[in-house]
Nanobody
Framework: QVQLVESGGGLVRLGGSLRLSCTVSGNIWSVEQMGWYRQAPGNQREMVALMTHEGAQYPDFANDRFAISRDNAENTVYLQMNYLEPEDTAVYYC???????????????WGQGTQVTVSS
């Protein structure tokens, strides 16, 4: 089965940096989209970064601070976060839109999430 596992979360101070990792396992025919989302208590889940075949996309709050990337084997996706602020505190989730077979349908998969806490 397909599995997405995040790691790299933790406690950092204002202005610090973290790099989150998402390891994807299982048989996958193609990756249509990978992304990072976050959800803070009382808030809706929001997109942090998206990676498609056309490139990367970021919301305004992540512009110039966050960067999404992947390794050469395309089995791990990263989220580099710089100049972190207390408002960045949330559970961060890895997301993938994956096609498991050539004739199948693309489906959305989620990781379990990793906690990021930024102190002031």
């Amino acid at each position: 089965q397909v599995q997405l596992v995040e790691s790299g979360g933790g406690l950092v101070r204002l202005g610090g940096s973290l790099r989150l990792s998402c390891t994807v396992s299982g048989n996958i025919w193609s990756v249509e989209q990978m992304g990072w989302y976050r959800q803070a208590p009382g808030n809706q889940r929001e997109m942090v970064a998206l990676m498609t075949h056309e490139g990367a996309q970021y919301p305004d709050f992540a512009n110039d601070r966050f960067a999404i990337s992947r390794d050469n084997a395309e089995n791990t996706v990263y989220l580099q976060m710089n100049y972190l602020e207390p408002e960045d505190t949330a559970v961060y989730y890895c997301n993938g839109i994956l096609l498991l077979t050539e004739r199948g349908s693309a489906r959305t998969y989620w990781g379990q999430g990793t906690q990021v806490t930024v102190s002031s």
